[in-house]
């Protein structure tokens, strides 16, 4: 029933991986709005990537016309606990 997938793989390699079997069924299959899925590339501890190799994954998942978010959820984890002891205080 959902739109859009994120797919969730590791930023330091995320073509060892991807998996397009599963990106091929995805897109095979259609949503509530009879249109094919979307997915999503979410690139996991993107903190531990320099702004080098950022970039160089930014410009060849562009180049790859392939939609893909940078993300860490190591960063979000300390952000919250800091958000606790701040509520704490």
Known sequence: RSRRL??????????MFRNQS????????KNVLDKPKQFILLLNKADLLSKR???AWAKY????QTRFLFFS?????????????????
């Open 22 to 29: 599963l990106e091929d069924y995805i897109k095979k299959h």
């Open 73 to 89: 959820a190591g960063m979000v984890l300390e952000e919250v606990e800091a958000e606790k002891q701040r509520t704490k205080e």
């Open 53 to 55: 190799q950022r970039a």
């Open 6 to 15: 994120f797919i969730i793989l590791d930023s330091r390699n995320p073509l």
């Open 61 to 64: 998942f562009a180049r790859t």
